[in-house]
Nanobody, 121 residues
């Protein structure tokens, strides 16, 4: 059973950039659609971005479109989330998910432990 493991979170000023990584532990991401979700303070976990295995098609939430980029490195069994032009409202715990589809968190069976991203104003 694959276990996603996130890294790369931290504290950044508004307008800055961060790159999150998610590596596969105990298995492989091969064949899996991968996604990033986030959960801000007092909020529900929400969809951020997904990359579809079969087509490499990428889908983004409207709130991050044009600022965030999801990508995958199959050789390294890793998916990335490049976050640019960060805003304080991007502050959240970011989760990597695998094995599902679409924008609904309940569709994904495999989850990482999350990594904190804090954007200061």
């Amino acid at each position: 059973q694959v276990q996603p493991v996130e890294s790369g979170g931290g504290l950044v000023q508004a307008g800055g950039s961060l790159r999150l990584s998610c590596a596969a532990s105990g298995g492989t991401f091969s064949g899996y659609t991968l996604a990033w979700f986030r959960q801000g303070p007092g909020k529900e976990r929400e969809f951020v971005a997904t990359v579809i295995w079969t087509s490499d098609r990428r889908i983004y939430a409207d709130s991050v479109k044009g600022r965030f980029t999801i990508s995958r490195d199959n050789a390294k069994n890793t998916v990335y989330l490049q976050m640019n032009s960060l805003k304080p409202e991007d502050t959240a715990v970011y989760y990597c998910a695998a094995g599902g589809w679409g924008k609904e968190r309940y569709n994904y069976p495999y989850w990482g432990q999350g990594t904190q991203v804090t954007v200061s104003s």
